[in-house]
């Protein structure tokens, strides 16, 4: 009877092990289900732009099916020679808006957009901001040189002359690392043709400078430039007062030539024959008068 009991027991107690044994796996197969129904491929490493892809910087990861990226890949093979056109971190998923067109070759070249150009100009660690201003930031770009409206060379103006600009590289690299600020000797920027003249001139008219700003500040700076009279005297220096006005009074002197005294005549009656005529005869003044 003990047997029998013991048994039953043994019995009872298998049958809610392997109850709860099957409950757990299904729990845990609905929840691999719900959180790694889905494949993405991501980045295996860090990526910069113009990076040309390849298997070995990609990898294949479980991803939740209502939580997939729009436009993002599951085979590895599909993204392939692709070159992303924006930095991707490591285990970031490789979406389509992060790459350049189909047939791209990679480099800088490939992430430039269409209709724009990339132009490099030269700077030192001031003009550069001290090596902050990184790939994918956007700088001002001031240029400093002589006021047009005055021939005199101490009147100077800085003046920005083109704002918003895209860096895309600094020296030669692409790379995004902000780790620490690097010294550079030349800085690149996505612009414009008309933006290219406009750095272009401003270079070859005086020197330029740049000016790091925030990443979604989009307005526009409305300034007139400084001058360096307003830099050294204030703005009530800004224009020289005028000159005042100084009369000179000129005399002229004349002289007038007296007229020489009128000397003295008589009058005489002559006849002569039938003739009768007046004559003039000078009478000379006596002495002393």
Known sequence: ????????????????????????????????????GAKVVVASKDLDLGTRLSPDVMQLVDWPKESVPEGAADKISSLDTRVVKTSVLRGEPILETKLA????????????????????????????VAGFALPGNYVDILVNTQDEKS????????????????????????????????????VTFQVTPDEAEKIDLARSVGSLTLVLRNQVDKSAADTGGALK??????????????????????????????AAPK?????????????????NFKVEEEQGK
Do not use: C
């Open 263 to 279: 000397a003295a005549t008589e009058q005489v009656e002559v006849i002569r024959g039938t003739q009768r005529t007046i004559e």
């Open 101 to 128: 067109p189909i047939g791209t070759t990679g480099g800088l070249a490939s992430v430039i957009e269409e209709g724009k150009r990339a132009m490099t100009v030269s700077v030192n660690e001031i003009i550069g």
């Open 1 to 36: 009877m003990r047997n029998i009991k013991a048994f039953v027991v043994l019995l009872v107690a298998i049958a809610a092990g392997g109850l709860a044994v099957y409950m757990a796996n299904r729990y845990m197969t609905q929840q691999s289900e719900s959180v790694g």
């Open 151 to 186: 021939k005199d060379p101490s009147k100077q103006i800085s003046k920005i002359v083109l704002e918003r600009v895209l860096v895309l590289a600094v020296a030669q690299e692409a790379s995004t690392d902000q780790t620490k600020p690097k010294v550079v000797s030349s």
């Open 229 to 258: 009279q307003e830099l050294l005297h204030g703005a009530t220096m800004a224009e020289e007062p005028a000159q005042p006005t100084v009369t000179k009074r000129v005399v002229k002197r004349i002289y007038v030539k007296k």
